[in-house]
């Protein structure tokens, strides 16, 4: 339990840095519940995390009523990343990278805040929870569906991003993806048995 907790605050603030310090500055977008709590804060310049925690609750309610694990798992992910994301944004001009070189860092960041996440059945929730969903009903992977979800939310967003920060936010979900990737792969413990 303390090592589940210690990768929320960690994963949480890793995310926290990544949006704020890298992306943001750029306006460059992620996939994604982040992505579209990014969205909405170019837009209208409301919080990016109190974005998204109004933005799952819709979500939460359905998993309650059928996925009562996954409610149980990513709520305090959720809760804390959003907290971190909107406490973290002072850094939004400390770093001065160009566009490229934020992406990636802004991808790194994010992609490694997830993968420690999920490495102790944790996460931000949003729209892993409704790829759960429609998987369960029209019986298509979950990750063929995440990736089609990030995608169009990133394509949502391109019209008040333009097309060049379009691009490079797809640089950024790569990373965000290999990542997320290797994070899991490289900290998953294994059993010894004696």
Request: neutral net charge; contains cysteine.
């Amino acid at each position: 339990m303390i090592e589940k907790t210690f990768a929320v605050i960690l994963g949480s603030f890793l995310i926290g840095l990544g949006i704020n310090g890298f992306l943001i500055p750029h306006h460059l977008l992620d996939g994604g519940i982040i992505g579209i709590g990014l969205i909405i804060h170019y837009y209208s310049g409301f919080p990016t995390g109190l974005s998204m925690l109004i933005l799952s609750i819709p979500l939460y309610c359905l998993a309650w009523v059928y996925e009562r694990q996954f409610f149980y798992n990513s709520l305090n992910g959720l809760i804390v990343s959003s907290l971190f994301i909107d406490v973290l944004s002072f850094v939004n001009d400390q770093f001065h990278l160009s566009m490229l070189w934020s992406s990636i860092f802004g991808g790194i960041f994010v992609g490694t805040g997830i993968g420690l996440m999920l490495r102790y059945k944790t996460s931000t929730g949003g729209t892993d929870l409704l790829a759960q969903l429609i998987g369960k009903i029209i019986s298509i992977n979950v990750g063929i569906l995440i990736f089609f979800i990030d995608g169009l939310v990133i394509i949502s967003g391109m019209k008040i991003v333009g097309f060049e920060k379009f691009c490079y936010s797809f640089i950024t979900i790569i990373f965000v993806g290999i990542m997320t990737t290797l994070t899991v792969i490289n900290t998953t413990p294994t059993l010894e048995i004696k």
